[in-house]
């Protein structure tokens, strides 16, 4: 069964230091990997995906087929960044997405 | 472009009455979803369209849960009987296609409470 891991629920850090979104996943075959951010009163919405390589806000995340994990980075939190976040996957063309947990990125100025 | 729209946006119902959630995808947009997010969790997917006909909906609790999407345009979710773990968010998105890389856009939800 596909399954996605977010380990933490809550991520505090200070404005200007490093944040790390950990995320890892289990699924048989090749899946395709996304973060999605809800700020507060709005639409979850996609951040980026694995297969378009992008950064996205400073976002970058790196998918490691090793270690199963598609964790999300910025080097430099802003305080706008303050959001809950979800790594999800899917099969093939968005099919069977399933989602994680979800972890709040708290941003202290 | 408007966006996915939903309605009702607040629910509130009894145990054991019925319930039905609207959603009107994206002008164009031929894949929609439904999820439920229950509170501090992320959300699931309950059922899968491509224009009128479903793709999967392995974790829709049939018993209970239904959906249709007639004429491939709005869709609706109907819970009957409901529980009062059927208390959460209902999420709908819809998708321009069935495969490639565009992305989902979610609607705002509708919240359900069941007392």
């Known amino acids: 069964a596909q399954r996605v891991t977010q380990p933490e629920k809550l991520l505090s850090v200070f404005k200007g230091a490093p944040v790390e979104l950990k995320c890892n996943y289990s699924?048989?075959?090749?899946?395709?990997l996304f973060w999605y951010v809800q700020y507060s009163r709005q639409r979850l919405q996609l951040l980026l995906r694995?297969?378009s390589r992008e950064s996205i806000k400073g976002f970058t995340a790196d998918l490691n087929k090793g270690e199963t994990s598609f964790h999300l980075k910025k080097p430099f939190a802003q305080e706008e960044d303050s959001a809950m976040y979800y790594c999800?996957?899917?099969?093939?063309?968005?099919?069977?997405?399933?989602f994680g947990t979800g972890t709040k990125l708290q941003v202290i100025p | 472009e408007a966006g996915v729209a939903q309605s009702p946006r607040y629910k509130i119902i009894e145990k054991r009455q019925s319930v039905a959630f609207w959603c009107n995808p994206i002008?164009?947009?031929?894949?929609l979803y439904w999820y439920q997010q229950i509170l501090g969790q992320g959300p699931k997917l309950l059922i899968q369209?491509?224009?009128?006909?479903?793709?999967?909906d392995s974790q829709l609790p049939k018993d209970r849960f239904s959906a249709e999407r007639l004429k491939g345009v709005d869709s609706t979710l109907k819970i009957q009987p409901a529980k009062l773990e059927d208390s959460a968010v209902y999420l709908c998105?819809?998708?321009?296609?069935?495969?490639?890389?565009?992305?989902?856009?979610f609607g705002p939800g509708t919240r359900l409470l069941v007392l």
């Open positions: 998105a819809s998708r321009r296609t069935s495969g490639g890389q565009e992305t989902q856009y």
């Open positions: 699924y048989s075959g090749s899946p395709e």
């Open positions: 694995h297969i």
């Open positions: 999800a996957l899917s099969g093939r063309g968005y099919q069977k997405v399933t």
């Open positions: 002008s164009g947009h031929a894949t």
């Open positions: 369209f491509q224009n009128n006909g479903v793709v999967d």
